[in-house]
């Protein structure tokens, strides 16, 4: 059952109080009046007595009392009417006023509740960011007395202002350090090839040489990962338009070699989007080199399709491959994660891939899902707005 809005139920708090407090003033009322009322106009009989007292010698029994019947039915009568009259259009006036008062009610429960919906407001933008910690930069400043709104918003506001700058610290960190760690491991691959290069090496030291080379070039990959993964949840600074059908095709031609791998089948439609040419072109050749590396080993195909669909751009990379169990695909969106919550420590990866592929959708306004397929393998699916 859907509850009611906090504004209905203020209003209807506001109306019902007010409801309450008309009945028991009508009924208060109705009390007051039914005790001034008990002698209409206040006469008593026994003002009237001497009167009739006074008639009595010119009537007889049987009329005097006639006399009494009438002054005490007349006295009802008015007593009655006055009565109902109070009811009834007291009783009207009352719903009436109660209309009335609902709709101020609803007026100023709205008003009321404006800075809430403020705050609200703002908190799904950020929320609603394309990647974590963008939109942080919004603050509500919100004017007025500090009274308990007030300073809800203004803590707000210092939470999202130290949220905002943690996440910029972060990525921060992550860029300096991608990059100073670039410097000795281009040093240490020179230093490398110079050591098995050099006329007089011995076999050993050329098995060491490559065997080093190998690891240099499997940190500089990860240095270049993270690169990627803190720019992409950057704001994005260059903008054009691309058709990810075009992306796609060159990112398959370069990646998979005719008949040395998993076999192609391509439905490559148009796919306009609008974004980094770069961060979409890693973000196609992360799934594709994915897609390459998770394949069976032998027979094993790759399917990439484009198009667009209800207003969104779609590239979709499926391929066949070990079963994955469903509660287990959110897992490898995960930086340095693998299925099974396994850690980075085989050289089939680092588990940047899909981080990547995750924060670069995000970064254009894009989605990105998973679903395991019948059979084994993964369906990997980016939607990104259509231009």
Do not use: C
Not at 45 to 54: E, F, G, M, S, T
Not at 107 to 125: C, E, K, N, Y
Not at 160 to 182: I, T, Y
Request: without cysteine.
């Amino acid at each position: 059952m859907k509850r009611l809005s906090l504004r209905a139920r203020l209003t209807l708090i506001y109306g019902g109080l007010f409801l309450v407090a008309g009945l028991v003033l009508l009924a208060v009322t109705y009390v007051l009046v039914e005790q001034r009322t008990a002698q209409p106009f206040g006469v008593a009989l026994r003002d009237v007595k001497p009167v009739v007292q006074a008639t009595e010698t010119k009537l007889n029994g049987v009329q005097a009392e006639q006399l009494r019947l009438l002054v005490n039915k007349a006295q009802d009568d008015a007593r009655d009417q006055t009565l109902y009259s109070l009811l009834t259009q007291g009783g009207i006036a009352l719903v009436l006023v109660s209309v009335v008062a609902i709709a101020f009610g609803w007026l100023v429960a709205g008003r009321a509740l404006q800075p809430l919906h403020q705050i609200t407001g703002t908190a799904r933008r950020i929320a609603g960011a394309d990647v974590a910690g963008r939109g942080l930069h919004e603050r509500l400043s919100l004017s007025g007395p500090r009274d308990e709104v007030r300073e809800l918003a203004d803590t707000f506001d210092e939470m999202v202002e130290r949220l905002d700058r943690s996440f910029d610290g972060q990525r921060r960190f992550v860029a300096n350090a991608s990059h100073e760690l670039r410097t000795p491991l281009a040093l240490n691959r020179s230093l490398i090839e110079l050591a098995v290069t050099r006329p007089g090496a011995s076999e050993d030291v050329r098995r060491l040489g490559e065997s080093l080379l190998a690891v240099n070039e499997r940190h500089e990959r990860l240095i270049d990962g993270l690169l990627t993964l803190a720019d992409s949840e950057n704001e994005l600074t260059a903008r054009s338009r691309v058709d990810l059908a075009d992306v796609v095709d060159h990112v398959v031609d370069l990646t998979v070699k005719e008949g040395d791998g998993p076999a192609v089948a391509r439905e490559l439609a148009p796919a306009p989007v609008v974004g980094d040419p770069v961060l979409l072109e890693r973000l196609t050749t992360n799934l594709v080199e994915n897609a390459v590396r998770h394949n069976v080993p032998a027979g094993g195909w790759i399917g990439v399709s484009t198009g667009v669909r209800d207003g969104r751009a779609t590239l979709t990379v499926s391929n066949t491959g070990p079963l994955v169990p469903g509660y287990d695909v959110e897992t490898i969106f995960e930086p340095f994660r693998r299925l099974s919550g396994e850690r980075v420590g085989s050289g089939r990866g680092f588990g940047l891939g899909l981080s990547i592929v995750r924060a670069v959708a995000r970064a254009h306004g894009g989605t990105v899902t998973a679903r395991p397929r019948d059979g084994g393998g993964l369906a990997v699916t980016v939607e990104l707005p259509a231009t």
